[in-house]
């Protein structure tokens, strides 16, 4: 079983970057998919990026593509989303989620466990 922990949430100002980190623990990490789903007031879950067990295939959202970054280390069990352009639509509570195998998936049902989220705040 994988156990998810974010960090690197905050406050920034539309056009700046933050980058989040999920560290994983249990020994599944480096045979299943990781990705970042967020979730802004009022609305419902939506998926962010995903990436392969191996790092070699990655998924974007079309609202995020171009200016996201998804990687992975799987000798230190971590997942990272680099996030640069930033706009203030992108102000949500943004979770890292493992898959139920090592492919990419865009659906949250296929994602087993999921971390306590991390808040990012983009003022305009």
């Known amino acids: 079983q994988v156990q998810l922990q974010e960090s690197g949430g905050g406050l920034v100002q539309a056009g700046g970057s933050l980058r989040l980190s999920c560290a994983a623990s249990?020994?599944?990490?480096?045979?299943?998919?990781m990705a970042w789903f967020r979730q802004a007031p009022g609305k419902e879950r939506e998926f962010v990026a995903a990436i392969s067990w191996s790092g070699g295939t990655t998924l974007y959202a079309d609202s995020v593509k171009g200016r996201f970054a998804i990687s992975r280390d799987n000798a230190k069990n971590t997942v990272s989303l680099q996030m640069n352009m930033l706009k203030p639509e992108d102000t949500a509570v943004y979770y890292c989620?493992?898959?139920?195998?090592?492919?990419?998936?865009?659906?949250?049902?296929?994602?087993?466990?999921w971390g306590q989220g991390a808040q990012v705040t983009v003022s305009s």
């Open positions: 249990g020994h599944t990490f480096s045979s299943v998919g």
């Open positions: 989620a493992s898959s139920v195998d090592g492919s990419v998936w865009s659906q949250a049902k296929f994602y087993g466990r």
